[in-house]
């Protein structure tokens, strides 16, 4: 398996585990660009990537399909309004709330668990396999403050537009190292040049 071909089939994996999420909570909005999500770890989640970070993504998928403010402090601190949607898909909480992160510190429950079990293995599998085919080239990959730091770079996101109009926020050193594919047109997500200018 190459480095080249392994986000595509990552991202697929991401985009089937959010269906199965969704299967179970229609009203959660499909997942625009699950590259996104690739080579990006969020402190204020708590958790790199894996099945529990993508339902903890679905609980603010869903608050912003209801319209509900789920973070406040530039996202970092999650809320009770965030706490309640969380418990009814399935995430479990500590007593009290982090002094800066809030409530973000979510696990599954036992049923949840039971529930979500072959869509966690095998999106496991997938960030695998992902793991191995990246490990390689890291000796002589430039990949940027995101890597170095185990983040996403403190969270400066710029506007990607595609062809058909829909657009997407992503770090850019995030959309350099593979191409966010639009899942309406199927054309790559860009950065416009003014933009581009403008974060560089």
């Given at each position: 398996?190459?480095?080249?071909?392994?986000?595509?089939?990552?991202?697929?994996?991401?985009?089937?585990?959010?269906?199965?999420?969704?299967?179970?909570?229609?009203?959660?909005?499909?997942?625009?660009?699950?590259?996104?999500?690739?080579?990006?770890?969020?402190?204020?989640?708590?958790?790199?990537?894996?099945?529990?970070?993508?339902?903890?993504?679905?609980?603010?998928?869903?608050?912003?399909?209801?319209?509900?403010?789920?973070?406040?402090?530039?996202?970092?601190?999650?809320?009770?309004?965030?706490?309640?949607?969380?418990?009814?898909?399935?995430?479990?909480?500590?007593?009290?709330?982090?002094?800066?992160?809030?409530?973000?510190?979510?696990?599954?429950t036992p049923e949840a668990k039971r529930r979500y079990?072959?869509?966690?293995?095998?999106?496991?599998?997938?960030?695998?396999?992902?793991?191995?085919?990246?490990?390689?080239?890291?000796?002589?990959?430039?990949?940027?403050?995101?890597?170095?730091?185990?983040?996403?770079?403190?969270?400066?996101?710029?506007?990607?537009?595609?062809?058909?109009?829909?657009?997407?926020?992503?770090?850019?050193?995030?959309?350099?190292?593979?191409?966010?594919?639009?899942?309406?047109?199927?054309?790559?997500?860009?950065?416009?040049?003014?933009?581009?200018?403008?974060?560089?």
């Amino acid at each position: 398996m190459s480095t080249t071909q392994t986000p595509p089939v990552l991202a697929a994996e991401l985009a089937q585990a959010w269906a199965d999420i969704q299967r179970y909570h229609p009203e959660l909005p499909d997942l625009a660009a699950p590259e996104s999500l690739i080579g990006e770890s969020s402190s204020a989640c708590g958790h790199e990537l894996s099945f529990e970070r993508l339902l903890h993504e679905a609980v603010h998928g869903i608050a912003a399909a209801r319209g509900v403010r789920d973070t406040s402090r530039a996202g970092r601190y999650h809320n009770r309004r965030f706490l309640a949607i969380a418990e009814e898909l399935g995430l479990d909480h500590p007593d009290e709330p982090h002094p800066s992160s809030g409530f973000s510190l979510v696990s599954l429950t036992p049923e949840a668990k039971r529930r979500y079990r072959p869509t966690a293995e095998r999106l496991q599998r997938a960030l695998k396999a992902h793991s191995v085919a990246t490990a390689g080239d890291t000796a002589r990959s430039f990949r940027g403050p995101a890597a170095r730091h185990g983040s996403s770079g403190g969270g400066v996101r710029v506007k990607a537009v595609c062809d058909c109009g829909r657009n997407v926020r992503v770090v850019p050193s995030v959309l350099a190292q593979a191409p966010i594919v639009c899942g309406g047109c199927g054309k790559p997500f860009r950065i416009p040049e003014g933009v581009a200018a403008a974060a560089s």
